[in-house]
Nanobody, 125 residues
Framework: VQLQASGGGLVQPGGSLRLSCAVS????????IGWFRQAPGKEREAVAC????????YYPDFVKGRFTISRGETRNTIDLQMTNLTPEDTAVYFC???????????????????RGQGTQVTVSS
């Protein structure tokens, strides 16, 4: 199981960024998959999760209306579209899954996941 995040960078406050997660070693038709982030000195937090068997999504309140998780145009990819970014969104973003978990809600609240390398997102003027 491998997950590789890409698409991070520097963006101004109010700007947008699209991240992509390429997966291998499993198919996107059962396990939930999600995007998480971790800022220096802070706990890891989930920002969006997708149930790949029914496309049900889950978002924590602090990103609702700003972040969207979806299947990518490229096969075996999951994207995260982020809009109206603020400096508080600065963090390393990574994708993660649990092959035994199909629920997007449960994955976003799980501490036991398989994750890949992250990509840095910096929101600054």
């Amino acid at each position: 199981v491998q997950l590789q995040a890409s698409g991070g960078g520097l963006v101004q406050p109010g700007g947008s960024l699209r991240l992509s997660c390429a997966v291998s070693g499993f198919t996107l038709n059962r396990p939930a998959i999600g995007w998480f982030r971790q800022a220096p000195g802070k706990e890891r937090e989930a920002v969006a999760c997708l149930s790949t068997n029914n496309d049900i999504t889950y978002y924590p309140d602090f990103v609702k209306g700003r972040f969207t998780i979806s299947r990518g145009e490229t096969r075996n990819t999951i994207d995260l579209q982020m809009t109206n970014l603020t400096p508080e969104d600065t963090a390393v973003y990574f994708c993660a899954t649990d092959l035994g978990q199909a629920s997007s809600y449960a994955l976003c609240h799980s501490r036991s996941t398989t994750r890949g390398q992250g990509t840095q997102v910096t929101v600054s003027s």
